[in-house]
């Protein structure tokens, strides 16, 4: 009887742990479906603030309840005319100007929103020579549902501004749309070294609305 009672219980384990497994591998492929996500940066385009070859967690739930806001560090999916790829990649970018929002480069060497100069502390640096703004003057207000969004390398991102240049400044081309994004990159975890929060800078907060 001992022996009968010990292998009930362990017969019973086997036959649920296919269950058990299939279990764990759907919450697991849900949640990467629809909740969280992780993202390899390829590129300079977001130095300093993100490094090639660093992991980032993308929250993929936020937007379904909210629109992206300014400071942001999104992924979307680009157009075919951002990336040359018809079945289509992820980019990471800040967003900087949304819906209804005035933008203007430059003033004092500042991006303007809204009428009010944007301080960038996170824009790529090396030898303690920051990047300019922008590497030419622009004037854009971005359409509603839409997106205006720069990496923080300037200098090597292929982002709203070049795109304005390359369309003959089509603000459409040059912004995307909001139905377009994945998600929130809310943090590096990878590399350890690295691991931080990817929170919107402070100055945005003193951006007033359009």
């Not at 951002?82 to 929002?101: A, L």
């Not at 203007?104 to 996170?122: F, R, S, T, W």
Request: charged share 25%; with cysteine; glycine share 8%.
């Amino acid at each position: 009887m001992i022996d009968e009672q010990t292998d009930k219980p362990r017969s019973s384990f086997w036959k649920e742990l296919p269950i058990l497994l299939g279990v764990a591998i759907l919450v697991a492929v849900l949640v990467r479906a629809f909740v969280l996500q992780t993202f390899f940066i390829p590129s300079p385009s977001m130095e300093n603030t993100l490094q090639i070859d660093d992991r980032v967690l993308v929250n993929k739930l936020v937007y379904d309840f909210r629109s992206p806001e300014r400071g942001e560090v999104v992924v979307f999916k680009a157009p075919t005319a951002w990336s040359g790829n018809p079945d289509g990649e992820d980019f990471i970018k800040r967003v900087i100007g949304v819906g209804g929002d005035h933008v203007v480069c430059c003033d004092a060497g500042k991006l303007v929103i809204n009428g009010k100069q944007l301080d960038e502390p996170y824009i790529y640096s090396v030898d303690g020579e920051q990047d300019k703004p922008a590497d030419q003057e622009f004037d854009v207000t971005v359409p509603q549902g839409r997106l205006w969004v720069m990496g923080d390398h300037r200098s090597a991102s292929g982002d709203s501004l070049e795109h304005w240049q390359q369309s003959g400044q089509d603000i459409t081309e040059a912004t995307i749309p909001e139905d377009q994004v994945v998600g929130r990159a809310f943090t590096v975890f990878w590399p350890v070294s690295r691991a931080t929060w990817l929170s919107v800078p402070k100055p945005f907060e003193a951006i007033p609305n359009p």
